[in-house]
């Protein structure tokens, strides 16, 4: 489909690349090197569309390509994009997981801050690398439509592997825990208890229950439920600035405060002893995890108004507010919480760096209720993004059953079958973690070590990208430094953990290393594809086609179909 640029031959020089599927062509238009410093260059190489189909280039090459447009519409503008991103980024992060990074650098105040700068350098860096890339796709989907653009061979490769990586780690769970954890200690349960007992994992899996129950009876009952509770996180938001500048700018007479910051706690360690690269690796992952979320707004990249523009200026934006937020709870963190009690708190952190300010009425029960409902705020999102994205899954037909899988369920129209799944492997997992030790911890690490390989593989495919297709010019450009630095960083939070003994912090009893299950889930996801498309079919004599059907509630689904040879 020719872009509005095409209707003025003498400013645009046009090549045209046919890309067929079937009876279908498509053309995709792309720009010569002088047409770079045209204002038309901020229009996108390829528009967004919603169905997703793969494509057989003229090279026998394939990549996804969508070919509808999407139904609900532009609808988020600047403001609302802001808020999006804010939302997706500042979770329970900020609350849980300074305890750990500081217990990882062995309380030397250096090292804790220098993880929090690289991480934040990481995330504005990979912000761009992502606007360079949806300014090139602006399309929903995010790191899966990326990936599937850039990595096209070996065939169906990469939408397999990331779309059963997704579905195994499709899980509400460390939120669920700091859910339990902030729930029971508001109501003044000791953090001893909650510690060394089950309490705060049933807890969280009651919330899980109640969610996934309210998303399946009604969409818009369980969209009302997480509007409301989202609202606490803007107020925790304010709550989080206005405090961190009460203990930071006024003298200790009026706040009376004792100051536990100072000047060489940046120049001394509290037990180097347990200070390695695996333990820095894990702390750079904790605080990947607080600054998560700042991919997560081009898997609606479609329903955002002027989309390049918009999310050019929506992702800095939001990304500086929690990192200048983030900087200022951490050192009003350090001021107020002696070491001891600070890395002995854990995921607990935030709640007694509130009790200490405010007091036991307003610190230790409201903020701390406030933020056990923030962090279910975060479930109930959690739980209906994962149940769609589980659903667009099924719809791929990789898996079995794929009709009743992907399909609506008639009296409510949600996809219970892809929200019951997330709901099973959450409460599989809370179930089987220990309620002492490092739990927590553990999740974060697991669910971040993937991820990076994932954060890898895209910066590396903008380079590809670029060789591949130089006479393309995107109108936003990540730079080679900070796409450089990401690869430099996430290789060693990749390699460092299998150069040292296990970070004991991040150690489970009974369960491999986060970094060995990670890789060895990941290693299943290649199996199965290797298995369904290269091995049964060679064995057997077949090639797999790929046809659409349609369910009776309109759902279109993909079945793949045997074709003898």
């Known amino acids: 489909m020719p872009s509005a640029s095409n209707t003025d031959p003498q400013s645009h020089e046009l090549k045209d690349m046919l890309v067929k599927k079937d009876a279908v062509t498509v053309q995709v238009a792309s720009r010569s090197k002088s047409d770079a410093s045209d204002a038309s260059e901020l229009e996108p190489i390829i528009s967004p569309f919603k169905e997703y189909s793969t494509i057989i280039a003229d090279d026998d090459s394939t990549f996804q390509l969508d070919l509808e447009d999407l139904p609900q519409g532009r609808n ?137 129950i309210v998303h399946g009876v009604s969409v818009h009952h369980g969209i009302f439920v997480q509007n409301i509770l989202g609202f606490l996180k803007l107020l925790l938001v304010a709550i989080m600035v206005f405090t961190s500048l009460y203990v930071l700018c006024f003298p200790q007479k009026l706040t009376g405060l004792e100051n536990h910051l100072h000047y060489n706690d940046f120049f001394q360690f509290q037990d180097s002893s347990i200070v390695s690269v695996s333990t820095i690796s894990a702390g750079l992952l904790q605080c990947f995890f607080t600054f998560g979320g700042w991919n997560s707004v081009h898997t609606v990249a479609s329903e955002i108004k002027d989309p390049v523009r918009t999310i050019k200026i929506a992702g800095p934006v939001s990304l500086s507010i929690a990192f200048v937020n983030y900087m200022l709870i951490n050192v009003a963190y350090l001021k107020v919480v002696p070491y001891d009690e600070f890395v002995k708190a854990g995921p607990l952190i935030g709640s007694i760096f509130f009790e200490k300010v405010l007091g036991h009425t307003l610190g230790r029960q409201f903020v701390t209720v406030s933020i056990a409902l923030s962090s279910a705020s975060n479930v109930f999102v959690v739980i209906y993004g994962v149940s769609r994205m589980n659903q667009e899954i099924f719809r791929e037909g990789y898996l079995p059953f794929t ?10 129209n949600t996809p219970l079958f892809s929200l019951i799944l997330c709901c099973a492997i959450t409460t599989f997992w809370l179930l089987i973690l220990p309620p002492q030790g490092n739990s927590y911890n553990y999740i974060v690490s697991l669910e971040g070590y993937p991820t990076q390989i994932f954060i890898v593989l895209i910066a590396v495919g903008l380079f590809v990208l670029r060789k591949r297709y130089p006479d393309k010019h995107a109108p936003i450009r990540a730079s080679l430094v900070g796409t450089s630095f990401i690869v430099i960083i996430s290789m060693y939070v990749l390699i460092a953990p299998f150069t040292a003994p296990t970070d004991p912090s991040t150690a489970l009893e009974l369960l491999p290393p986060y970094h060995i299950l ?42 793949w179909v045997k074709v003898w040879v």
């Not at 009709?403 to 409510?412: C, G």
């Open 403 to 412: 009709k009743i899988t992907a399909s609506n369920y008639k009296h409510t």
């Open 518 to 559: 990670g890789l060895l889930l990941l290693g299943l996801c290649v199996g199965y594809w290797a298995i369904m498309f290269k091995v049964l079919p060679n064995i057997r004599g077949y090639q797999l086609e790929k046809n659409t059907i349609h369910l009776e509630d309109g759902l279109s689904v993909k079945e």
């Open 76 to 212: 988020l503008g600047l403001f609302s994009t802001i808020v999006l991103f804010i939302a997706r980024i500042i979770g329970s992060g900020i609350w849980t997981t300074p305890s750990a990074v500081l217990l990882m650098c062995g309380g030397n105040l250096t090292a804790f801050f220098a993880l929090w700068i690289i991480a934040a350098i990481v995330a504005f860096s990979g912000l761009y690398v992502y606007l360079e890339l949806g300014s090139i796709i602006p399309r929903s989907g995010g790191t899966k439509v990326f990936l599937e653009f850039i990595y096209q061979r070996p065939k169906y490769l990469v939408s397999v592997v990331f779309g059963l990586y997704s579905l195994a780690f499709g899980m509400c769970l460390s939120n669920a825990l700091v859910f339990g954890k902030y729930a029971l200690y508001s109501f003044g349960i000791s953090s001893e208890y909650i510690d060394s007992s089950k309490s705060a994992n049933l807890a969280g899996l009651a919330l899980v229950l109640v969610s996934t």
